[in-house]
């Protein structure tokens, strides 16, 4: 992802490639980690700054996430990939600067997949090598190609390939390469983005060496902003009539439902050599597109590769900031937060085949004691909420809200010293809305206070809201995951009341408190 500012906020450099080197326990001193807003169950970098996920693949029971890093400082610059790995998507250790910016090319977005038939001749029988493919851009010059990169170390060490570029069209906007193995065609297929264009492009590879266009899609949907970011994959749907239909998503720039960047997506098929949209595909003036998530704070998702059939599911993350105000977020010493890993599913609704999610299964393991509402009055309600005091670390809590057929209804988070975060089912607007705008810190940035909304199929049903609540965001997951909005909240100390408003009764609330992945 290029950022406009193009401004980096420089530490000692030495300094900071010592820190980078440290082991991870050594990183989670007692300072790091217990800072204000800080999340707890969140992944963040010890120190500096972070945006895109890359390179995310899954290798030996290790699930692999780089990174767009910046080693020097805590706003955007000197392009590098940051390395940590887990085994449960929760808990993760920091390993050493992998790819580094150097002669006047810093390491963008790209992805990363295991050669299992070692078709670039990088690895061993019986052992083969990761390869990252990323975009190389040139600091003095206006160009962007496609370069690799390979590890026979499980990932702990990487070669740049001589050979690089592997693929160069001679532009300045052309970036973000997604990679992954066609078995029906026996190749590697690569989506990349032609920012500028509104358009991706589709490329073959027998080796991940050398590629050969194959087709282009776009513009659709969104396209006030320039194009980012692109995923594809299958996914199986749910529900009556099964099948499996193909994902495109696309990040854009500006132009997103809620103001700035944001993740959309298209639904339909693959054959190989290009993308067919379904013709579900809402195409109503006005309404461009749909978004996989509608919040503020989730942009540059991709999904992770090479996770094993046996798994079965396809598992993704996004940056969880938006370009509108991320250089500015007053975090210390790091700057932004990925988004909780999420698993993804295709359901089939009245309206069409939609994308869903929900966090990934894993993160029950960091569940506490169970701690139920059985249903009751608003007043009984809030007084349960306030004996169980949700006031501390981050928590998970899901709500059923009966069916109704007029009013607005919700819970007020990050609430206390006349500040609130409203999330609210308006069944007269027809729409779930997530409300920052008395919310704690915001004058940072002008833009970052306000409202996003998600549209409701069904305003008088019953609904229910997941929230995942951490020291600076609220995710929130509407239905099982038709809906999601990602908002970072930064409250003042003292904002950490939870209540329900609006709703005379409440059919639900289950609750845990989650605990600290870093400490």
């Keep these: 992802m290029i950022q406009p500012l193009m401004r980096a906020l420089l530490v000692t450099p030495i300094l900071t490639l010592l820190i980078l080197s440290l082991p991870a326990g050594r990183l989670r001193s007692a300072d790091l980690y217990r800072e204000p807003y800080r999340p707890q169950f969140h992944f963040t970098p010890a120190t500096n700054w972070m945006n895109d996920p890359n390179g995310m693949v899954w290798y030996e029971g290790e699930y692999h996430l780089f990174y767009q890093y910046n080693p020097f400082g805590d706003r955007w610059g000197h392009m590098s990939w940051g390395h940590s790995v887990s085994r449960d998507l929760l808990h993760w250790e920091a390993l050493?600067?992998?790819?580094?910016?150097?002669?006047?090319?810093?390491?963008?977005?790209?992805?990363?997949?295991?050669?299992?038939?070692?078709?670039?001749?990088?690895?061993?029988?019986?052992?083969?090598?990761?390869?990252?493919?990323?975009?190389?851009?040139?600091?003095?010059?206006?160009?962007?190609?496609?370069?690799?990169?390979?590890?026979?170390?499980?990932?702990?060490?990487?070669?740049?390939?001589?050979?690089?570029?592997?693929?160069?069209?001679?532009?300045?906007?052309?970036?973000?390469?997604?990679?992954?193995?066609?078995?029906?065609?026996?190749?590697?297929?690569?989506?990349?983005?032609?920012?500028?264009?509104?358009?991706?492009?589709?490329?073959?590879?027998?080796?991940?060496?050398?590629?050969?266009?194959?087709?282009?899609?776009?513009?659709?949907?969104?396209?006030?902003?320039?194009?980012?970011?692109?995923?594809?994959?299958?996914?199986?749907?749910?529900?009556?009539?099964?099948?499996?239909?193909?994902?495109?998503?696309?990040?854009?720039?500006?132009g997103a439902p809620g103001g700035g960047s944001g993740c959309q997506y298209f639904v339909g098929d693959f054959d190989g050599t290009g993308f067919h949209l379904d013709?579900?595909?809402?195409?109503?003036?006005?309404?461009?597109?749909?978004?996989?998530?509608?919040?503020?704070?989730?942009?540059?998702?991709?999904?992770?590769?090479?996770?094993?059939?046996?798994?079965?599911?396809?598992?993704?993350?996004?940056?969880?900031?938006?370009?509108?105000?991320?250089?500015?977020?007053?975090?210390?010493?790091?700057?932004?937060?990925?988004?909780?890993?999420?698993?993804?599913?295709?359901?089939r609704l009245p309206e069409g085949l939609r994308l869903t999610q929900r966090p990934v299964r894993e993160l029950a393991t960091l569940r506490g004691p169970r701690l139920r509402f059985g249903g009751g009055s608003l007043e009984a309600a809030n007084r349960w909420l306030d004996r169980v005091g949700l006031h501390e670390g981050g928590f998970e809590m899901r709500v059923a809200l009966p069916a109704a057929s007029h009013g607005i209804q919700g819970l007020r988070c990050y609430a206390g010293e006349g500040e609130e975060v409203l999330i609210a089912i308006d069944r007269d607007q027809g729409r779930l809305s997530v409300d920052r705008s008395k919310s704690g810190h915001r004058s940072f940035n002008p833009r970052f206070s306000g409202v996003t909304t998600a549209p409701l199929a069904d305003p008088g049903a019953a609904h229910q809201l997941h929230l995942l609540v951490d020291a600076c965001s609220v995710e929130v997951f509407l239905d099982d995951g038709v809906q999601v909005l990602t908002t970072l909240v930064l409250p003042s100390p003292g904002a950490r009341r939870i209540e329900a408003f609006g709703a005379p009764r409440l059919s639900s609330i289950e609750a845990w408190r989650l605990a600290s992945t870093w400490r």
């Design 96 to 254: 050493p600067l992998a790819l580094p910016e150097e002669g006047g090319v810093m390491i963008f977005s790209g992805s990363a997949v295991v050669d299992w038939k070692n078709t670039t001749g990088f690895g061993k029988e019986g052992h083969p090598p990761l390869v990252a493919i990323y975009t190389g851009h040139y600091t003095e010059r206006p160009l962007q190609n496609q370069q690799i990169a390979y590890s026979t170390d499980r990932g702990r060490t990487w070669t740049k390939y001589a050979g690089n570029p592997v693929l160069d069209i001679g532009e300045k906007d052309f970036r973000d390469p997604k990679v992954f193995w066609h078995e029906p065609t026996h190749r590697w297929v690569m989506v990349v983005s032609w920012p500028v264009h509104r358009q991706v492009r589709f490329y073959a590879s027998p080796n991940l060496k050398e590629w050969t266009h194959l087709s282009d899609f776009g513009p659709a949907g969104s396209t006030t902003g320039i194009w980012e970011c692109p995923d594809l994959f299958p996914l199986r749907v749910d529900g009556a009539g099964g099948g499996s239909r193909w994902v495109l998503t696309v990040n854009v720039g500006s």
């Design 279 to 347: 013709p579900t595909y809402p195409t109503a003036p006005g309404a461009p597109g749909l978004w996989a998530d509608r919040g503020r704070d989730f942009y540059a998702a991709v999904s992770w590769s090479d996770v094993p059939s046996r798994d079965g599911r396809r598992l993704w993350l996004g940056w969880m900031s938006n370009w509108e105000y991320a250089n500015d977020v007053p975090t210390a010493p790091w700057r932004s937060a990925m988004s909780i890993p999420r698993e993804l599913g295709l359901r």
